[in-house]
């Protein structure tokens, strides 16, 4: 850009799934009552703080669970964390899960996604799906949070287990209201594969690039 400032600019957003793939998660039968996390178990990551943020929140929310999609070097460090808060029950690790469906029934039953370290590419999943994301205020998150526009960000004080467990209870109140069609159209406009792949067409043909607002 410093070098070319006159010169043509182009989006090509970085994307997970088609559009049909990008539907609010909804699974009749099944109850919304989960905590989700879907990412790597690494330091940057920060899900021990999840575990005890969580851990607080389902001391009033008996019903509360904690779902983890994912694993990586700290997975061993985080079922001590859950025995040792007495949260076993309360907490399911999942595993890795790439397939959209299967990962879909697991959005079904969230009140929100979490993302205590820092927002990525994960954020255009959860969106995509209509469930919106607790997120800490002062990580370095990627490009992607740029969705927080669609308000489906909900903002907690990053390092805070109790600042993260009131989110959590606020979520919870609003789980009725999930999964959000509005935020999930706001996702699929701007971060769809096809979206993806028409920024790659313009710039290739060198043609004007319409934008969503």
Do not use: C
């Not at 969230?110 to 209509?130: D, H, N, R």
């Amino acid at each position: 850009m410093s070098d070319l400032p006159e010169g043509p600019v182009w989006v090509a957003p970085n994307s997970l799934y088609p559009l049909d793939l990008m539907v609010p998660a909804e699974t009749p039968g099944l109850q919304r009552n989960s905590v989700l996390y879907v990412g790597r178990f690494e330091p940057a990551k920060k899900v021990d703080l999840l575990v005890r943020g969580f851990a607080l929140a389902a001391a009033s929310i008996p019903e509360l669970r904690l779902t983890l999609v994912g694993g990586g070097s700290e997975q061993s460090k985080l079922e001590n964390q859950v025995s040792e808060l007495g949260i076993e029950e309360k907490v399911e690790f999942a595993g890795w899960i790439d397939e959209p469906e299967a990962l879909k029934s697991h959005y079904s039953t969230a009140i929100a996604t979490t993302s205590t370290g820092f927002a990525g590419l994960g954020l255009t999943q959860s969106l995509g799906f209509g469930i919106p994301m607790i997120v800490a205020k002062d990580e370095q998150h990627s490009p992607e949070i740029e969705l927080a526009d669609s308000g489906g960000v909900t903002w907690f004080e990053s390092d805070s287990a109790e600042a993260l467990a009131e989110s959590i209870r606020g979520a919870w109140q609003k789980r009725e209201q999930l999964p959000n069609v509005s935020i999930s159209e706001f996702t699929k406009r701007r971060y769809s594969a096809e979206a993806m792949a028409e920024g790659l067409r313009t710039a290739l043909q060198g043609l004007p690039q319409t934008l969503p607002d």
